[in-house]
């Protein structure tokens, strides 16, 4: 059965990967599974069709036969369960861990470094904007260095490479621009090593590719593999 996940028809970001559908495409990449990519408007993204896809209007989602998924942490994990192996180690307890590391990237290191977006691009003109955003980096920080010190000289969040380090290193590059990420040499090396793998790559160059291409109509599908 053909997969087909849904993308930006011209991304936010523009292109530098820091969208949630890059992280899907890491993981269909990182799994070696074919699929395909329809872009969605900002204006169809909020019509039925999609929200019977995605009851809160948002990108990406998941397809596949009669499985339709959203939230881009239940979808990676679908990926990493479907295709044993290259995602999620054989052992039930190093499975059991990578899991836990999906949910820490969300849950626990992913909402302050939202917070620092959400201040510096939608708060910018309260007068209490500077006060808040020394405030949230303090925040950030308080994790990043928990999250450092875990990492230690470790190539990886837990032995070998899985959908916890995917997930933990698509967080933590939303941080770049900031400059935080730079105050904790051992995560920047960390998230380079996530950029440098060769799935990541073919993913980042399939999402710049759609942003730098002439605007085509929506909800037209595009092949991967």
């Known amino acids: 059965m053909t997969i087909t996940i849904?993308?930006?028809?011209?991304?936010?970001?523009?292109?530098?990967?820091?969208?949630?559908?890059?992280?899907?495409?890491?993981?269909?990449?990182?799994?070696?599974?074919?699929?395909?990519?329809?872009?969605?408007?900002?204006?169809?993204?909020?019509?039925?069709?999609?929200?019977?896809?995605?009851?809160?209007?948002?990108?990406p989602t998941y397809e596949e036969g009669d499985l339709a998924l959203f939230e881009t942490g239940a979808i990676v994990l679908h990926i990493a369960e479907r295709q044993p192996g290259p995602l999620f180690p054989a052992d039930a307890n190093a499975r059991a861990r990578a899991i836990t590391w999906m949910f820490a990237a969300l849950n626990t290191i992913e909402p302050p470094i939202l917070e620092l977006v959400i201040v510096k691009f939608t708060e910018g003109d309260k007068p209490w904007k500077d006060e808040r955003l020394l405030l949230v980096q303090d925040r950030v920080r308080a994790r990043l260095t928990q999250l450092a010190a875990r990492l230690?000289?470790?190539?990886?969040?837990?032995?070998?490479?899985?959908?916890?380090?995917?997930?933990?290193?698509?967080?933590?590059?939303?941080?770049?621009?900031?400059?935080?990420?730079?105050?904790?040499?051992?995560?920047?090396?960390?998230?380079?090593?996530g950029e440098a793998r060769p799935a990541y790559q073919r993913a980042f160059a399939a999402q710049l590719a759609i942003n730098t291409a002439p605007l085509a109509a929506g909800w037209g599908a595009t092949p991967r593999h």
């Not at 292109?15 to 992280?23: C, H, M, P, S």
């Open 6 to 59: 849904t993308a930006f028809e011209r991304s936010p970001d523009g292109g530098k990967g820091l969208v949630r559908d890059t992280r899907v495409r890491w993981a269909l990449e990182e799994a070696g599974l074919p699929y395909e990519v329809r872009l969605v408007s900002f204006r169809a993204m909020k019509e039925a069709a999609h929200l019977a896809l995605h009851p809160f209007g948002q990108i």
């Open 152 to 193: 230690g000289d470790a190539e990886w969040l837990d032995g070998g490479f899985s959908a916890g380090d995917l997930l933990m290193v698509s967080v933590l590059l939303r941080l770049r621009s900031s400059g935080l990420l730079s105050e904790f040499p051992s995560l920047a090396a960390y998230v380079a090593r």
